[in-house]
């Protein structure tokens, strides 16, 4: 069970390590479409298991996306999911629960104007992580990765389907609960030689559109192993002095199925069309060499 704490509310670009892109078709009975973009406000809680000598790992979560800026506005998605040990399809009602509401939404008609559970349906996590700090966070939020997709119907047949990739500070609680939804396949004892680590990046171009000269503007990568080995991080390199990396200090080892979360900083220094290449080297055998495109106007 998720443990709710007091829910800070968080706008996409409340603090320079949130990011979000979360966009939703509401498809109603009549077959027709309305499209929401919910990453105006967000309520983010989660249940973490912290160890000294281990990043922390998800174990539960309430996420409330917001579609309108307004405070008393009723159109929002909310994901909650529990029993939560990695990637995979959590199904509604086993591991999954989500609700939303169309009230004071733009583009929703008037007679679709309601509230929603879902009673059939997924959220497919492709990606969740909590970084690789070690340890519990001093602070009072923690910074989270949580990407997937939405495929959701109602018993009135209303549904919802979408896309989510959020870096957000989450309010935390510690727990130790180890149940699973998803199930995972039991693996022999007698493996093999252990595979190689498969970097994953969330994006293969950053665009910041038009920035004030001397203003920094800060958007951010996801580098996860996806594969069954150690993944090593040689180097984070960029081709122009107009963009500066934060982050986790490199070389670096990222274990299978964790990740490290890159923050990108853009300073045009005068007016013009600014482009560079931020490339980032590892052992990874298919793409040792992998660059993102990076793009910006001074202003």
């Known amino acids: 069970m998720v443990t709710l704490l007091a829910l800070v509310m968080l706008g996409c670009d409340s603090t320079d390590s949130a990011s979000c892109n979360a966009t939703f078709d509401v498809i109603f009975p009549d077959g027709s479409q309305a499209a929401m973009d919910a990453c105006e406000q967000i309520d983010a809680v989660g249940s973490f298991e912290f160890d000294p000598d281990d990043p922390a790992e998800f174990r539960s979560t309430t996420v409330k996306l917001s579609a309108s800026e307004e405070v008393d506005a009723d159109c929002w998605i909310q994901v909650v999911l529990s029993g939560v040990c990695g990637t995979g399809r959590y199904e509604i009602g086993v591991g999954s629960e989500l609700s939303w509401a169309t009230n004071d939404c733009s583009g929703i008609p008037d007679e ?7 009673s059939q349906g997924h959220v497919d996590l492709t990606l969740v992580s909590a970084g690789e700090e070690l340890g519990t966070p001093a602070e009072d939020t923690i910074t989270a990765f949580l990407a997937g997709d939405v495929d959701i119907t109602t018993d009135d047949g209303t549904g919802l389907a979408g896309t989510f990739d ?6 935390w609680t510690d ?11 039991t693996t022999p004892t007698d493996t093999g030689p252990v595979g190689p680590g498969e970097l994953s990046v969330s994006s293969t171009a950053l665009h910041y559109g038009t920035v004030n000269v001397d203003t920094v503007t800060v958007d951010s990568l996801l580098l996860a192993n996806v594969g069954v080995g150690d993944l ?3 180097a984070i390199t960029i081709d122009d002095g107009a963009w500066s990396w934060r982050g986790n200090s490199v070389p670096r080892v990222i274990n299978p ?32 060499e992998f660059e993102v495109a990076l793009s910006g106007t001074g202003t």
Request: overall charge negative.
């Open 112 to 118: 679709y104007e309601a509230s929603f559970v879902a």
């Open 166 to 171: 959020l870096v957000q500070a989450f309010t």
């Open 175 to 185: 727990t130790e609960d180890r149940l699973c939804a998803v199930e995972t396949e």
């Open 232 to 234: 090593f991080i040689e």
């Open 257 to 288: 199925g964790q990740s490290s979360t890159v923050y990108v900083d853009f300073l045009p220094s005068e007016a013009g069309e600014y482009s560079g290449t931020l490339t980032i080297t590892s052992d990874d055998e298919t793409t040792p």
